[in-house]
């Protein structure tokens, strides 16, 4: 069967040869004579596989001896309880709510501590990223807390805030979509499903000097310090998870890395603003200053016509268009994976559609 051009928000798209190489080598990795989903965590063939991973993603983000980097189960939403019992030492942090998922992180901060909102965006629906210039952020905070592209609404941070306090970032969105100076973070976390790997797993990047702040009540396993000394197996981690991810970070490379990854996207996305800000039936909802790279979000302005849109692009091999529940309308999420030719179909079928509707 044919492949379609799958534009979800996540999971989404993986790059076609990751998903050829994990068949080929399915039943029977190597020489080893077993699938990778078999072997023992603890197996050197298997630890061979675990160590090129941490290696590969190294490399491609740069990321300075100084940090861990640590693969974890439970997806980024298990960070938003695990960063404040690893890091509220003094009981408090601020937090900048640019989207839901932003919303849900200091939400369950609150369990945990003083959480203070600094900036926030939801009474507008999101359609914008908080500007963070005056912001004030205390000092004495623990760690401030980013969400540096919201999924759901399409809009992104394009600068970053400078803080005393650490910055900690969820990064699901938009990791290894363009280059990130890591010594900027103390912490960058990212689920894996939409620029990684396959869902469930985690990818954490913390500076050393963070570990062992954790609180008591701090499960084991949720526990940075514990899991970096493990090597991220305190307990049997996500193998096979872990194995996808280190293909798609040697597919990757092999196409030239973040800063060639970063310039397709780029010309991905301006392709499509593009064409939606000279529209005569399609409209982008994010404001332009804050648009995201990954996640582009429209709307016709009639929800029927929204419906017969997303419908139609399905029949044509488009699929999963339609926008997140809570703000409906279309986004399309054009990650790594996605190639420029998925993008340009879109547009085709979207002036197609325009003639017809507009
Ligand atoms: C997808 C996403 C999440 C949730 O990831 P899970 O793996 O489902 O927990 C959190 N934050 C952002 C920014 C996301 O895009």
Redesign the pocket.
């Known amino acids: 069967m044919d492949r379609v051009y799958n534009f979800s928000?996540?999971p989404s798209m993986l790059a076609l040869p990751v998903l050829e190489k994990a068949q080929k080598d399915l039943v029977a990795y190597g020489s080893t004579g077993m699938s990778v989903m078999e072997m023992s965590h603890r197996s050197k063939m298997y630890t061979d596989i675990y160590d090129k991973t941490v290696a590969d993603v190294r490399e491609l983000m740069n990321i300075p001896e100084d940090y861990e980097v640590i693969f974890l189960q439970?997806?980024?939403?298990?960070q938003?309880s695990a960063v404040p019992l690893n890091l509220m030492v003094n009981g408090k942090a601020d937090y900048i709510d640019s989207?839901n998922?932003?919303h849900?992180?200091a939400e369950e901060a609150k369990r945990y501590g003083e959480v203070n909102v600094v900036a926030s965006s939801r009474d507008d629906v999101y359609t914008y990223v908080p500007d963070l210039a005056g912001i004030k952020f205390d000092d004495d905070a623990d760690y401030v807390h980013i969400?540096t592209?919201?999924?759901?609404y399409g809009t992104r941070y394009v600068e970053l805030p400078v803080t005393k306090a650490p910055l900690v970032a969820?990064?699901?969105?938009m990791i290894l979509s363009e280059e990130l100076d890591v010594t900027k973070f103390g912490v960058i976390y990212a689920?894996?499903?939409?620029n990684i790997g396959p869902?469930?797993l985690?990818l954490l990047i913390v500076r050393k000097d963070l570990l062992g702040r954790a609180k008591d009540i701090c499960p084991k396993l949720l526990n940075w310090e514990v899991q970096a000394k493990a090597g991220s197996m305190y307990n049997t981690p996500n193998t096979w998870g872990i194995y996808l991810a280190g293909l798609t970070f040697e597919w990757l490379k092999s196409i030239g890395g973040v800063k060639a990854i970063e310039k397709v996207n780029i010309e991905k996305a301006a392709m499509l603003y593009d064409f939606l800000d000279n529209s005569k039936l399609f409209k982008p909802t994010a404001q332009p200053k804050y648009r995201s790279r990954m996640n582009v979000t429209f709307v016709t302005g009639d929800a029927d016509k929204d419906a017969a849109f997303v419908k139609a692009a399905a029949a044509e091999g488009l699929v999963n268009l339609k926008g997140h529940r809570s703000v409906g309308g279309m986004r399309a999420s054009i990650y790594n994976a996605m190639p420029v030719e998925g993008v340009q179909k879109l547009i085709a079928f979207m002036k197609k559609f325009e003639t017809e509707n507009a």
């Open positions: 928000p996540g439970g997806g980024a939403t298990q938003f989207g998922f932003a849900l992180a969400t592209n919201n999924t759901i969820d990064t699901s969105s689920g894996a499903q939409k869902s469930g985690c």
